[in-house]
């Protein structure tokens, strides 16, 4: 949901993701006396089975309490803001991309301290950006080091006294013995036995206007692989602008484009998408088995050539980009995100007729829908954990980013 950024030579643009928002001071809202928790464990989903069926039972109804929100305090004043993290006490962790640091809060918005500092050494970043996603994991927050397009290695602090703990390498001594020359690692996702799941890709000058895969491999703590690849993925599909009379290409990824989606779940087991122009979900064991297949029906967006000519109308050169190009799609993408939250339940974002909003589904780990909800997409959701949603937000009043705290409650089905 972030804007992607820019890389030199080549430069690369993620156009129309949901941009970076924002942030105010904590306050505590009314607790409805008649709402309570929901339990989402109930049997009142529709089903979904292992290949394609329609909703025949009503859906949970779910509201969203605004509870907390995390950010700016008369201690810390926070930069640009990037991802999030949340571990099991709730307490909260906000990259500062500005200073290069991780800033951590209590539950109640109160400020602790931050974790790291600008640097290239021992518990240090050379850069926080929208590749940088920090993760919790079996009492450790982990923080992938990027260097330039690939991610070299993880600073690993522990959760239980909010300190540097060690260095994990990522990018894999052995990778050429996997046929990985020109490739290297750009997600990492800790697994709970102590190993890795990395995604290896190419650099998107590499193959421009062709077509690459991200490939999965099982690495260990010393960074060596182990075993794969697991999974296989296109990865994003570009279009190139070329500056006249230089050696220097534009290119960019549009949002219009299908891509992949990968999300691992509490139990390693990784839930992923081919292609987000169909909603699909595939699940896998940490080693390449599938479990099973969820697909749902699902009416497409559709698009046309003079739709995004309009929309980009303004920017000259990727209006030229779009202009010349002959593979566009005829559809938006179905979906434009996933993530598994800390009870394995899929969130899912989708892609409706509404500009301003993304349609959530919610659904539980066999593939049964729970419920669905309209949210805007100017407010991203970036984590659920103990039945809160934490989103970034704009204070509209005095333009301060801040990361909010929704309190999930059921209501009843009328």
């Not at 790291?116 to 923080?143: D, H």
Request: with cysteine; net charge positive.
């Amino acid at each position: 949901m972030k804007l992607s950024s820019i890389a030199l030579i080549l430069i690369i643009l993620c156009i129309g993701c949901s941009g970076k928002n924002y942030r105010k001071n904590s306050k505590q809202s009314n607790k409805s006396s008649a709402a309570h928790e929901p339990d989402w464990d109930k049997d009142t989903a529709s089903t979904q089975n292992t290949e394609e069926s329609a909703p025949d039972r009503p859906f949970q109804k779910v509201r969203f309490e605004q509870d907390m929100t995390y950010g700016s305090t008369g201690e810390v004043l926070i930069g640009e803001m990037g991802s999030i993290a949340v571990d099991k006490q709730n307490r909260v962790f906000i990259e500062d991309e500005d200073q290069t640091t991780i800033q951590v809060f209590k539950p109640d918005g109160s400020y602790i301290k931050s974790l790291g500092r600008k640097g290239k050494g021992p518990g240090e970043f050379a850069i926080l950006n929208a590749y940088t996603i920090p993760m919790v994991c079996s009492n450790k927050l982990y923080v992938p080091a990027i260097s330039e397009f690939f991610t070299g290695k993880l600073q690993v602090f522990s959760l239980h006294n909010l300190s540097f703990s060690h260095v994990v390498k990522t990018l894999a001594e052995n990778k050429n013995h996997y046929k990985l020359k020109k490739y290297f690692p750009k997600r990492v996702f800790p697994l709970k036995d102590g190993k890795f799941l990395v995604s290896y890709h190419q650099q998107p000058r590499e193959y421009k206007e062709g077509v690459s895969y991200i490939r999965y491999f099982i690495q260990d703590q010393t960074g060596n692989i182990i075993a794969g690849p697991v999974l296989k993925q296109k990865d994003l599909t570009y279009l190139v602008y070329r500056y006249p009379n230089t050696h220097y290409d534009l290119i960019l990824n549009f949002p219009f484009f299908g891509k992949s989606l990968l999300s691992v779940s509490g139990n390693d087991h990784l839930y992923a998408v081919k292609n987000t122009q169909e909603f699909k979900i595939d699940v896998y064991t940490q080693n390449g088995r599938q479990l099973r297949s969820f697909r749902y029906p699902f009416h497409n967006k559709p698009l046309s050539r003079g739709e995004l000519l309009e929309r980009y109308k303004d920017k000259d050169k990727l209006l030229k980009m779009i202009q010349h190009a002959d593979r566009l799609p005829e559809t938006w993408p179905a979906l434009a995100s996933m993530f598994i939250d800390d009870q394995n339940r899929i969130w899912v974002s989708t892609i409706i007729d509404n500009d301003k909003v993304y349609e959530w589904w919610v659904m539980k780990d066999t593939g049964e829908v729970i419920t669905k909800f309209k949210w805007p997409r100017d407010k991203p959701v970036e984590q659920v954990r103990n039945n809160y949603m934490y989103t970034r937000e704009m204070d509209a009043k005095n333009g301060i980013q801040e990361v909010v705290r929704y309190r999930i409650v059921q209501t009843k089905n009328e």
